[in-house]
Every structure is written in structure tokens, then in C-alpha cells.
């Protein structure tokens, strides 16, 4: 049964039960010191809890998330692609090592390759991963070492159009030059444009539904008629 006391500026959780150590964790908020309790005497009757030793690595956290999460999320290809990254270059790494100087060496072998919005992506799943497991799975963090490394500028994204002949160099009538063409024409984001199906095509009216977006509300967009040959 967990016990939780005010403990200064935060709130001290401490929970016992047979079979593991006493476990102690403190958070900034009774209500995040609730759900913490809450996560672990959960995985623990579930026998899922995951008891920390000097020998846990990060690699652990990063298959537990690759598993669990991110098939719940919609950018989850992008995301399965990002964290194999992770677990090459860091997944080695304990968490009693997992060290803002560790996350900096990343960060420059990373920028050789990728961009610094890439990276920032990266760094962002890193992060999530340890707050989720953290918060979410009873798994005490020593720290959380990504505020404490610094990241270069990211560009601002690209507003120019296509210049006088670059379209026509982009577009034939192939497949590739038909999504082009349909890119350019209604701006859908590359996710929206593979997941197209017949279905979706309104071919009297030259509309299109987008059942699924990246705020979670379907639309209706417009289409020229060269457009409907993307079906």
C-alpha cells in the first residue's frame, strides 16, 4: 500500500509490498504522486514491475516503448524509424549513465548525418520515453538529461513555391509524377496522400475525404479533375 507524505515543495511517495524493496519516489504534485502510486502497485499485481539495478539499461526502455506506445500513435512509422537511432547509439548506456555529456556525443554524431529538426525529433522521443516510464511504469529516473543539453537552432520551415520549370521537371505520368501533381494542388501532408483510397474519392463531385488527420477532424477537400487520376 503506497503512503504519500508532503514533503517540502514536493511529495514523497513510499510503497511496500511483499515480494519487492521498499520503493520511494518524489514528485512535484499530489496529483502526479497519486497516478505514480497508482502505475506501480498496478504493474506489480500484474507482475510487470520493473525494479531498477545498476544493470538496467536504456535499451529496456526503448524496446518497453517501441512495444507498448508507439503502435498507439499515429506517426508511428516515423517514430519506429527514430528510435532504432536511439538504440544504437545510446541503447547500451545504464540509466545511472545516461548522462548529459552521453546525450551530447549523440547529438554531434547525429549532426554529421541529419538535420538539427531531425535531431530535435529524436531527442523528443528520448525524453518521452523516460517520462512515460517514469511516470507511467514505476521506473525511478535518476534525471532526466535532455534540458541540460544544448541544440542548435532549427531552421524555420520552407515557404517558396516551385520556380518557373521546376514543376515540369518534377511531373510525367507516372505514378510519382501523379502524387506530385496531387501534392502540389490540394498541400496534403505525405501520411494523408498514402493512405488515399478509392473510396474516399467523390468522382461526381472532384472531392476528396480525409478520414484521418493529424487533428483527429475528417475533411473534405476539393480536387481538379486531372487530380482524380491519383485513384
Wanted: aromatic letters at 4%; glycine letters at 4%; a positive charge.
Amino acid at each position: 500500500m503506497a503512503s504519500i507524505r508532503k514533503r517540502g515543495k514536493g511529495y514523497h511517495v513510499q510503497i511496500r509490498k511483499n515480494g519487492y524493496q521498499t520503493i520511494t519516489h518524489t514528485l512535484s504534485s499530489l496529483s502526479l504522486a497519486r497516478k505514480w502510486a497508482a502505475g506501480v502497485e498496478a504493474d506489480m499485481e500484474r507482475h510487470l514491475y520493473i525494479e531498477v539495478s545498476e544493470q538496467t539499461t536504456l535499451l529496456s526502455l526503448l524496446i518497453r516503448y517501441q512495444d507498448q506506445v508507439i503502435p498507439l500513435h499515429k506517426g508511428s512509422k516515423s517514430e519506429q524509424y527514430r528510435i532504432q537511432h536511439l538504440k544504437k547509439h545510446l541503447g547500451h548506456l545504464r540509466l545511472i549513465h545516461l548522462s548529459p555529456h552521453e546525450v551530447s556525443k549523440y547529438r554531434d554524431i547525429r549532426l554529421e548525418t541529419v538535420s538539427p529538426a531531425s535531431l530535435k525529433r529524436e531527442l523528443v522521443i528520448l525524453s518521452r520515453v523516460l517520462t512515460v516510464a517514469e511516470r507511467d511504469w514505476g521506473i525511478c529516473i535518476p534525471k532526466n538529461p535532455i534540458p541540460l543539453v544544448s541544440l542548435p537552432k532549427v531552421d524555420k520551415g520552407r515557404t517558396r513555391r516551385l520556380e518557373k520549370g521546376e514543376q515540369e521537371c518534377l511531373i510525367d505520368n507516372s505514378e510519382m509524377g501523379r502524387i506530385i501533381t496531387l501534392a502540389l494542388e490540394t498541400a496534403m501532408r505525405r501520411g494523408e496522400i498514402l493512405n488515399i483510397k478509392k473510396s474516399h474519392i467523390n468522382f461526381s463531385l472532384c472531392t476528396l475525404l480525409i478520414p484521418t488527420t493529424k487533428t483527429d477532424q475528417p475533411r473534405t477537400i476539393p480536387l481538379f479533375k486531372h487530380c482524380t487520376n491519383v485513384s
